[in-house]
């Protein structure tokens, strides 16, 4: 019985501390639609994207996260609409979350100013068939944990030059906190990103992107992105990608032709976790179909 009060304490645990947090990505940095409701049809273009992350490879029950991303312009760019699947696991844990979003730009010389706002549901489930007990005299671990849904909505702004970006965002405003049966639990703490890049054009085939992102979460130490990447021949992305000078990650993204980008990254810690895994995998595949040329090939890559 003692390891079963453990096992299901730090199951608990696991899913308070996970649910406080926002998915992690490494290849925001091409499309940001996932953490600013404002990126929604910033750019002239239709677009679809699917990211998967695979976290801690070697890790039972390790956080998996699939995301399937949507996006349009209308009006000439004026207005965006996009939505979002995202399918967030680890251990027993499943978070089920759809997206809408709309968005507003104002047209400047070069410049856009964009203002985003999104809402959505997220399904909270439990599958405790992968629970391995010694015991089974505990009814909760064996008919299982409710599942719930809650709403949330999101509000960004974004203001975007050829040469150079910056973003704050909320995208999920609510917190969520349930009684479980037990106790009640924090499951979701409010986010805010500030987001910032710049790019530099040294020749016709070699440009240069830096890009930065700082997340805060209430009550907690804010974290730190840094990432720097060169666009070469206008066909292969390469960069390095540093997150609290604790975790390093290479990646690379590559233009199958105008329309279609396949990505893939991998990072490492390096805390102890370093010798218990074999690192964090994310690849994904977009297609774009731009409404303006133009748009597509001078300024829809960078950022």
């Not at 040294?202 to 990447?229: C, G, N």
């Amino acid at each position: 019985m003692k390891k079963l009060i453990i096992l299901f304490f730090l199951g608990c645990f696991s899913y308070m501390s996970y649910g406080l947090l926002d998915q992690l990505y490494t290849q925001y940095q091409f499309n940001q639609q996932m953490i600013n409701p404002a990126y929604t049809g910033i750019y002239n273009r239709m677009s679809a994207s699917l990211i998967s992350r695979v976290q801690w490879l070697g890790v039972e029950g390790a956080p998996v996260t699939n995301t399937l991303l949507g996006q349009s312009a209308f009006r000439n760019g004026t207005i965006g609409v996009g939505g979002m699947i995202v399918d967030d696991r680890l251990g027993i844990n499943q978070n089920l979350e759809a997206i809408a979003s709309l968005s507003y730009n104002i047209q400047f010389d070069e410049a856009k100013l964009a203002m985003g706002l999104q809402g959505g549901i997220t399904n909270f489930s439990y599958d405790l068939s992968k629970l391995t007990l010694d015991y089974v005299d505990d009814t909760r671990l064996t008919d299982g944990l409710n599942e719930f849904t809650e709403p949330n909505f999101g509000a960004g702004l974004m203001y975007l030059h050829p040469n150079y970006y910056v973003g704050l965002s909320v995208p999920r405003i609510r917190g969520v906190t349930i009684n479980d049966g037990v106790v009640n639990s924090t499951r979701y703490k409010r986010h805010y990103y500030l987001s910032a890049g710049y790019f530099y054009e040294s020749s016709l085939f070699v440009q240069y992107k830096l890009t930065t992102l700082v997340r805060y979460v209430e009550s907690e130490i804010p974290t730190v992105d840094l990432v720097f990447s060169s666009f070469i021949d206008q066909v292969i992305w390469t960069g390095i990608s540093v997150r609290d000078l604790r975790y390093f990650g290479l990646f690379t993204s590559i233009e199958l032709g105008q329309n279609i980008r396949v990505g893939y990254s991998f990072e490492l810690p390096t805390n102890s976790l370093l010798i218990a895994n074999y690192g964090t995998h994310e690849i994904s595949i977009s297609i774009d179909k731009a409404f303006d040329r133009r748009t597509l090939r001078k300024v829809q890559r960078r950022f």
